[in-house]
């Protein structure tokens, strides 16, 4: 049972209902001699118990009913009585058999000529019943008990000890039952009886009707009660719980990384799931609108839900998921009495994620839609080239190549190579385009590495045509030329480079970037098939075994199949060993793609390490560590990461705004939050970082001069902006400036948005992140990053007719022009597309909300301080 009980019924009060009367009691109750009395409690008592718990079944979680089952004494007897008594005052009146009871009670410890007190030193307490006679809201009345034990040992066991906690802590509970501390009264009385003193708290708002109290809000005050008390113990806990902890903490999360590791590259077959999915998918064909858990009809969850059930049953995962419960109960039991219960794998909250995984790879399947087991493809697609190279340039690339020697020889010898690509030798110009774009060795910088690779490329190095396709299909904007990519692709194609010729195959069989064609992208593949690429032989096998766009010819994929996994491919391996039992490839591999999702969302799940500062992702994560072996550090040596290339941005469509406005309009406090985010377009330090001193409700306008972050450690600190022109004044929606101000009047906090168990902190960035991967998660929206949020606004502003100069200075950015190639270098295909996914649609939400910004004079003046 947890160590603080707290019980919080409420009363409406008017009309012939008035709590004068417990006022009175809870003031001038005597306190109860302690007398021990281990006799049998009297048939009287046992009566009047059973009668207790059955009116009033809560009467089982009070510590006192504890006591009483444990050891029925007559003394326990007369501590559930009263405790039960007093928990349930306001149907004492009502249900026969209890009318008069209290009368007979002992009374409360004094402070005085009575036990009341409140805010003020003393309390009238004619005045107080007057006040609640009078009284037409509701009134809370609190009921706040400690063990003996803890009582005494904490030194809460007296009226002064409690009257301090909750003169402390008012604000608190005023915000957890949703009242502006001005508009707060509450009194309160310490009872200092048996083995569990207590103290009754009568709270209520000035304002009848204001205040409202949930389970998350008595959470609240449990929490910052529960903090308070037991604040040096709960620390001297840890102390000693801490280097254990750390130590289990370290083995699961290796035990994680290698299984994680294992299932993402497994190749598995598992009829049940295989059936199950065939299934899902069928069910699918019925469903109409999103194809996301939350809208499927409940016979189809039940499916998905005995999907996950039939994946926890693999080993593999089995195994993971019992060293996370380990992990997850280590971690939670410093703040829950009670066990983590070990909950099936489709009913934990934590992994709904995997539902996703399902319904996306079941959906695949539906549409027959082509899958690439090539995820090895980038380790090996860019060979040497030896042929031809100049003695100088072969030299110096045995040493930039050799991880072995001192990073300084390395680096000398990296220097040396790009002088001898500025002499034009076109190997080095390669050579030096791969350092730049892949790092370590040089600091990554993708507009350097195009310059050499096109040099490299235009004088007909074949593998410098490839890379640079490659480089121009990625998705990093800077560089990002579809056509051109294609162009370099052809080129090193027709020169029998085979890799480029397979990914030609499939660009033309996705139709992303190209026309889709699929004899075209049979042609390409078998060109690079024949050259000896095995991932052209293997989606052949896989073409020729469906009949998609060739003739279905189940010998000649056996061929292709065969051919590729002679040169080790386990997929094409795969599906030799299981010719006899042919189902669609889509549905042989679901189980695999299953795993491999799997293996992500729980590597994403194994706890962070405490006081991380900018996060990398996994994948990116262990390719740094490995160039780091390669390159002769140890595994814990710290080397300055390369400089991650910029990901593109994601910007929400329609549909998905919608939904994502949706939600977070349901959620009290997330909403103010998400919405300023979204029409304001505020960095996430910066949001998080905002004060009250820094919003003008009457002129409706923000001062931005902060931003929050992490320091090492994990403590959160203020610091400066981003840039000098961070510091600035913004002009907000009306809409937005509203709010504000209504949150505002509400707030018991010195921040705008602050943390919603202790209104003294702000928001944690880390909790803001992980409540939107939440939201975007639970309705199967796009996984962005939060920067994207600040993505949208931008361009829909731009699309509504805020100049770019206008909205450098909103966004705080350096100089108009790095807007201008943020949100526009790539206005005849991008920007249309963004404008056609956003704009228009926020403005259904807000109106004219942009109305503030579009004249760019008056937003100007605005943005600058």
Known sequence: ?????????????????????????????????????????????????????????????????????????????????????????????????????????????????????????????????SELEQYTGNVWTHIISLKREDAVRLGYDNAKAWRNLLRANRNDIAAAMNIPPNDFRWYAAFHDEGDHPHVHMMAWSTVPGEAYLTRDGIRNIKSTLTNQIFKQEMLHTYEQKSQSRDELVREARRAIRQLTQEMSWSICTEPAIEQKMAQLAGQLETVKGKKSYGYLPKSVKKTVGAIVDKLEELPAVRACYDQWCVLQSEVENYYHDKLRERKKLSQEKEFRQIKSAVIQE????????????????????????????????????????????????????????????????THAQYLIGQLYRDGPL????????????????????????????????????????????IRWLKQAAESRDHFAAYRLGKEYLTGEVVIKDTAKAV???????????????????????????????????????????????????????????FRPPSVMLATTHLLHHMSRIFEDHSLPQSGTGLQVDSKLRRKIQEKKIAMGHKPDDHVEPPKVAHKSMTILNEEQLDTFLAAVEQ?????????????????????????????????????????????????????GTKTY??????????????????????????WVFHNPLRPEAPMNPTTAYHQLKKILAEHDLPDLRFHDLRHTFATHALSNGVDAKTLSGILGHTKASFTVDTYTHTTTDMHRKAAEIVGGFLSDYLGEEMAPWQSAETAATAAST
């Open 1 to 129: 049972m947890a160590r603080l009980i707290v019980k919080s019924p409420y009363y409406k009060c008017g009309g012939n209902t008035s709590l004068s009367g417990y006022l009175r009691y809870i003031a001038t109750r005597e306190r109860v001699e302690l007398l021990p009395d281990d006799r049998p409690p009297t048939r009287k008592q046992e009566q009047f118990i059973t009668k207790l718990v059955k009116d009033f079944p809560d009467s089982k979680k009070l510590y006192e009913y504890e006591d009483y089952i444990e050891k029925p004494t007559k003394a326990n007897a007369s501590a559930l009585i009263t405790m039960a008594l007093e928990s349930n005052w306001d149907k004492l009146s009502t249900v026969e058999g209890y009318t008069g009871y209290i009368a007979t009670r002992p009374r409360a410890e004094r402070l005085g000529s009575h036990g009341l007190f409140g805010d003020a030193d003393s309390v009238d307490l004619e005045s107080a019943m």
């Open 362 to 425: 079941a959906e695949r399947i539906r549409l027959g839609a082509v899958t690439f087991e090539d995820a090895d493809l980038s380790n090996n697609d860019e060979p040497e080239q030896v042929q031809g190279e100049s003695y100088a340039c072969w030299e110096l690339r045995q040493i930039v190549r050799d991880a072995s020697l001192p990073l300084a020889d390395r680096d000398e010898a990296a220097e040396e190579l790009e002088r001898l690509a500025e002499r034009g030798d």
């Open 442 to 485: 040089l600091i990554s910088d993708i507009q350097k590495a195009k310059r050499w690779l096109v040099l490299a490329a235009e004088q007909n190095l074949t593998a410098a045509q490839y890379s640079l396709g490659k480089l121009l299909l990625s998705d990093d904007m800077e560089v990002r030329d579809p056509d051109e990519g």
């Open 523 to 581: 042609e390409w593949f078998t060109q690079s098939a024949e050259a000896g690429n095995q991932y052209a032989q293997y989606m052949l096998g896989k073409l020729y075994l469906t009949g998609q766009g060739v003739a279905q010819n189940q010998a000649q994929a056996m061929d292709w199949f065969s051919r590729s996994a002679a040169q080790g491919n386990q997929y094409a391996q795969f599906f030799l060993e299981h010719q006899n039992g």
């Open 667 to 719: 959620d009290p406090i997330w909403k103010d939050f998400f919405y300023t985010e979204l029409t304001t377009g505020l960095r996430l330090g910066e949001i998080c970082g905002l004060m009250w001193s820094d919003f003008d409700p009457r002129k409706g306008t923000l001062n931005i001069s902060r931003t929050l972050h992490k320091e090492k450690g994990g403590r959160l600190v203020t610091g």
């Open 725 to 750: 022109a961070g510091t600035r004044k913004i002009i907000l929606p009306d809409s937005t400036a509203e709010r504000l101000r209504s949150r505002k009047k509400y707030s018991c906090s010195v």
